[in-house]
């Protein structure tokens, strides 16, 4: 078995979480950008990122290859976190 390119990986999953961010700012703007609906909007982020990195293990075959699986997690939780940063200074 060889070893994955985790670069290639890496940008690809990059590109999925760009695709992530798109789809949640337009749920921001279509059910969030009111008052108060803030916090639920932090949940959806979390769950959307999530998501992400399932959809991203399932179709790449990843669930036996735990560094890959370690470096998309990170790469995920950095955009969440960047997500979360930057909608909490929108309020």
């Known amino acids: 078995m ?6 290639e990986l890496e940008s690809r999953f990059h590109c999925a979480c760009e ?3 798109g789809e949640l700012s337009m749920q921001y703007k279509t059910h969030y950008h009111s008052a108060g609906k803030l916090e639920d909007f932090f949940g959806l982020i979390q769950t959307e990122f999530e998501r992400v990195v399932e ?8 669930a036996e290859d735990k560094e890959a699986q370690r ?6 939780k950095e955009y969440a976190k960047k997500c979360v940063d930057d909608y909490g200074k929108v309020n």
Request: aromatic share 8%; proline share 4%.
């Open 71 to 76: 470096r998309i997690n990170a790469i995920a």
């Open 19 to 21: 695709d992530a961010i």
């Open 55 to 62: 959809i991203f293990t399932h179709k790449n075959n990843l």
């Open 2 to 7: 060889s070893t994955p390119d985790y670069t």
